[in-house]
């Protein structure tokens, strides 16, 4: 009896072991054989895994999201604060839509393959398609952060770039707007 107990106790421990292990409890298992786990739950959460928004940050461009987290620092005014929040909450939509029709798209990729339904206008059709929705996603990013750019101060953009670091070019006056 004592063993039983000692058993049970010890899967009980390994199982809540494992549960804590898990990094993310809302992350999903791919049900796509094309697309990882990370690819997948970044496209349902409508996160950028694939840095869309680098020829914009690079360049000084702030990213919207990451402007939200700098509010206090950047001394935003309450009419910014709502003009962001505005931006990144249709940011964050047209990112899950897009997520949603990009694992549509690759669902009927897998599927005309798989049951060999496949014929050369059919696959140029949904290989093209596939560009073009990570073309609209990456659109929708930099677009923000041209909104984002135009938003802010010079001041404030001066801040943001500090804050995370992309001041060499900033300090040089590059990058800045005029107003």
């Known amino acids: ?106 669902r009927t990729l897998d599927s005309i393959f798989k049951y060999h339904r496949l014929d050369n206008g059919s696959l140029i059709f949904f290989a093209n398609r596939y560009g073009l929705y990570q073309g609209e996603m990456r659109n929708v990013i930099l677009q923000s952060c041209l909104k984002a750019w135009e938003l802010l101060t010079p001041e404030q953009i001066r801040k943001y770039g500090a804050l995370e670091r992309l001041t060499p070019a900033l300090s040089k006056g590059e990058g800045v707007k005029e107003k």
């Open 1 to 106: 009896m004592r063993k039983l107990v000692l058993i049970i106790v010890i899967l009980v421990f390994c199982y809540a072991a494992d549960a804590q292990s898990t990094a993310d409890s809302t992350a999903k298992h791919s049900p796509l054989k094309t697309l990882s786990n990370q690819q997948y739950n970044a496209l349902v959460k409508g996160e950028d895994i694939y840095g869309m928004s680098l020829a914009a940050e690079l360049n000084h461009y702030p990213n919207p999201e990451k402007v939200m987290k700098y509010k206090k620092q950047l001394d935003l005014s309450p009419i910014q604060v709502s003009q962001f929040n505005a931006i990144n909450k249709e940011l964050h939509r047209k990112k899950l839509e897009m997520g949603q029709i990009i694992i549509h798209n690759e």
